[in-house]
């Protein structure tokens, strides 16, 4: 029989849309280290960033308030599809028999189809605040461009988007989506830039890389007057966007009783897992027994396998450094289907809650992950993304631990977004042409 | 500023989903003709669709019942994913300037992405429930086929799916949705039924439709002991089950106070637009002033082009003869987008409604259809399938009128379902590929 207890994707109405987001630097123990100027390595200045950035996200960007006001206009656009469903995945628990709980939160339901659009609309509409006519922006697998676009199409800004060569040629439909929302896609690295042609030179089939894009989107942006640059992840204003999915989480969870004792988030730029993973932050601080797990593919393993230090946020060297974990700005990681997560740094919030031991970070293999999403198709009948498949399997294996001790734990893991586009990546997995991707890893420098 | 009339999405909650499918039998002006046999030309009793259907789906086709109960497995299986959303295209009515209403039931939510989940899950039951197998069934666009997969991988009962040999090509995606959800997947026609050889030695480069690939499935289910035949749509209890759409659209307008003055759905078999309309007919027939349009393809304009009479819903002359508008069970319809649409006949309550003027009919050619898709994604944010892009265009003809004439009509559509699978049509469109296919259609024999 159906208790709450089972049947929580209603048990929030469009009230608790949160008004307001969280920010984590109001809370973090000890200061998040400065971000450098790229050439004179000193701090950088609000300034420093304005010819990228409207002044409405810098500021967000170095606020120490703990909350910051969602805009009505924002939040009327969040409307359409927030608050979005936390689901409890019955059917999977059962297929493992394991005595934990497992909820996922579901951010594929957006109408452009991940949690992407959270900080999306946020960035489109205090660019358009600032009267900025145009966007530029990189995008992976397509789900932050998908997201900008149709951001854009509503406020009226022009979207740019170079996409990584590899994603753009395996996800023919994630383009064509940008394009039906009236974005322009550009193969990464293009002849358009000065960083793309200098990779193209060396590398002539180079498949790009999210490091590659950002050099590119970021150049379009700083050698045009009217165009701005948006990141889809890493910078601090990109996490705060995406704390409305763990303060949904815990409005629900205070409604349901109950409290997670496991969070994970699949993790590439680090913004869906920090959107889930902050707003619990405190409550962990404050002494609550929870383990916060981010999950990256062991094919880019920037948080398992990278050093905590500063870095470039791309390829060509042109952002500013940034304290984080990193693979080394050059790394060009390999073709795996989760375009999200192939990027060679973390979000330097990120980075600091694992460098503190606040966050674990755990690496797995694609084909696993694609097991764990099939299986989730065939029990709970969503297709999920291939960067969310990561979440998925690292919850069905703390679920199958659950088996082996008999604890019963809360598990809440982010559904970060569908895959329907990324249905060629479920076809080479079920071809049996899906291998685990081994290269060779950089070391320390 | 927001109103409870503008944000209607959470109007509903799960103990709103039906506890009783609406059976219009019991409401129809005048009895249904009967379904003949195809070869005696006698009505047909439940015993001459025991090889084909379980009994409860038999009884359910002929039930005199108004309201017939959901299963509450089934109901459980429904909370997945509704009530499904009903929102209001508040940018698309200020786009179009229109003092219109525009309000759309979204059933591209639900996990196989479209609203024939509602009886997939619900056929799955009742044939699990006598102990059936397998089950077989054709698809056109993919949407039926992947319902009734994914049901299947719930319920454990194999589902083999004949899909329209055009819609295999143009639409590979959808393939391996189905084959994600444990679903075998042929294109038809196939070499594997008398059916499908036959007509592939007539045309060995047939697009296929869906009387075909509905003969190839009878078929293989007629010639199978342990395998039933499903149909996703035309059949009374398909019509039966998809009213929850309806049912939950008449709760949440009364929690609005508000009566829709126009409801439209698109219409290839009639089960979507059935679902939508059927619940607010007996209103209609009551004197409320309302009117109920089924929008077709002008490539297939069963309604507005064919004649009513009795025929086969199958191009081999397998199945029984049913009266319905139908353009001949031979016409094979041009490979237009809207896969789903490609159908000569139409459901026989549908018919019966248009035939008595209680529905009206419209055919809308398929450039126009994107043209009003494209305007859609880029306000209301959706992707919709090409068979809803119909419903779409059709809401903003009307919501186009009503700026002329000044009337602030409340009008309700159907989004039957997401089109993330079906971008390379968005694709030809915004290319300049797409064309209004002009074809000869039959004439009455």
């Not at 009230?15 to 400065?34: E, F, Q, S, T, V």
């Not at 959270?118 to 660019?127: E, G």
């Not at 895959?419 to 076809?427: I, P």
């Amino acid at each position: 029989m159906a208790t709450q207890n089972d049947r929580t994707k209603f048990l929030l109405g469009e009230h608790d849309i949160p008004k307001a987001w969280y920010n984590i630097l109001a809370d973090l123990p000890g200061p998040l280290p400065p971000v450098l100027h790229p050439v004179t390595l000193k701090p950088v200045g609000p300034e420093d960033l304005a010819p990228l950035f409207p002044m409405g996200l810098i500021m967000q960007e170095v606020s120490p308030e703990r909350y910051i006001e969602i805009p009505e206009p924002v939040r009327e656009m969040y409307k359409l599809y927030r608050p979005s469903p936390l689901i409890r995945a019955r059917r999977l628990e059962q297929l493992l028999d394991t005595p934990a709980r497992i909820y996922y939160k579901y951010e594929g339901v957006s109408p452009a189809g991940s949690h992407k659009l959270n900080t999306a609309i946020a960035q489109a509409f205090f660019n358009k605040q600032e009267g900025v006519k145009k966007l530029a922006t990189e995008t992976g697998a397509g789900q932050w461009g998908s997201a900008l676009s149709m951001a854009g199409a509503f406020l009226g800004i022009e979207v740019e988007v170079f996409m990584v060569k590899v994603s753009y040629q395996q996800k023919p439909y994630r383009r064509m989506l940008m394009e039906a929302y009236g974005g322009t896609v550009h193969p990464s690295p293009s002849p358009l830039t000065a960083a793309g042609r200098s990779i193209l030179e060396h590398d002539p089939d180079s498949p790009g890389s999210l490091g590659i894009a950002i050099s590119e989107a970021v150049e379009d942006a700083a050698t045009h007057d009217d165009t701005n640059y948006s990141l889809g992840s890493v910078l601090n204003h990109v996490m705060l966007h995406q704390t409305v999915i763990g303060l949904e989480c815990k409005a629900a969870f205070r409604k349901l009783g109950l409290a997670p004792d496991v969070l994970i988030g699949c993790a590439g730029g680090g913004s869906n897992f920090a959107g889930l993973a902050f707003p619990f932050v405190p409550d962990k601080l404050d002494g609550q027994k929870m383990r916060i797990i981010a999950v990256e593919p062991e094919a880019c393993p920037s948080l398992t396998r990278g050093w905590y230090d500063y870095d470039h946020g791309d390829v060509a060297g042109m952002t500013p450094k940034l304290k984080m974990y990193t693979l080394g700005h050059t790394f060009i990681p390999p073709a795996i289907h989760a375009g999200g997560l192939r990027y060679h740094g973390m979000a330097p919030l990120v980075s600091k809650l694992v460098n503190l031991g606040v966050i674990e970070a755990m690496a797995l293999p694609q084909t696993a992950c694609f097991e764990g999403a099939m299986l989730f198709a065939q029990t709970e009948g969503v297709i999920c993304a291939p960067e969310s498949s990561h979440a998925v399997r690292a919850a069905i294996n703390i679920a199958r631990e659950c088996k082996q001790t008999g604890e019963a734990k809360t598990i809440l893991f982010n559904l970060s977004g569908h895959g329907h586009l990324d249905m060629s990546a479920y076809q080479a997995y079920m071809g049996g042409q899906l291998t685990d991707v081994v290269c060779e890893l950089p070391t320390r420098p």
